[in-house]
């Protein structure tokens, strides 16, 4: 049974899904297009691998876990949560912009900025690199101040 959103899927009538990045324990990330801004984007989606399917001409996410609506409904509040906190650190330049929070398919989305302007023709740019170690250690410095 497939997991992921099949390839050309639109959320909310505006983000098409281009491939799969990543998925984990808790979520699937995608890159996707903004068909409105036509610009690349990242999804990540609430999925919690193991408890979870999708209904594969539906879209939904179903539990498939007996006894676990409750818990899904309490990480899915969180998976929430945490985007709308990263959603208010948009003022920082050190943490990716969280830039839409959305429900559809009976899970939660959020989208933010992608990171492919740091790769040109699938060789990573040393300066980009090292930019971003830069930014990733200072958000760490305030995020624990």
């Not at 690349?40 to 539990?63: A, D, L, P, S």
């Not at 006894?67 to 990263?86: D, N, W």
């Not at 948009?90 to 302007?117: C, M, P, Q, W």
């Amino acid at each position: 049974m497939q997991t992921s959103l099949r390839i050309g899927t639109i959320l909310k009538g505006r983000y098409r899904i281009e491939e799969v990045i990543a998925q984990g324990g808790f979520g699937i990330t995608y890159l996707a297009t903004d068909m409105l801004l036509e610009n690349k984007i990242v999804i990540k989606e609430f999925f919690m691998k193991g408890n979870c399917n999708r209904n594969n001409e539906t879209r939904n996410v179903e539990i498939s876990t007996r006894g676990f609506t409750k818990q899904f409904t309490i990480f899915k509040s969180k998976f929430i949560k945490e985007a709308k906190t990263l959603y208010n650190l948009n003022f920082s330049k050190n943490i990716v912009h969280v830039h839409d929070v959305f429900e559809e398919n009976g899970t939660a989305y959020y989208t933010r900025a992608s990171l492919l302007k740091c790769i040109h023709n699938f060789s990573i740019h040393f300066i980009c690199v090292f930019n971003t170690i830069y930014a990733i250690n200072n958000t760490v410095v305030t995020l624990h101040l």
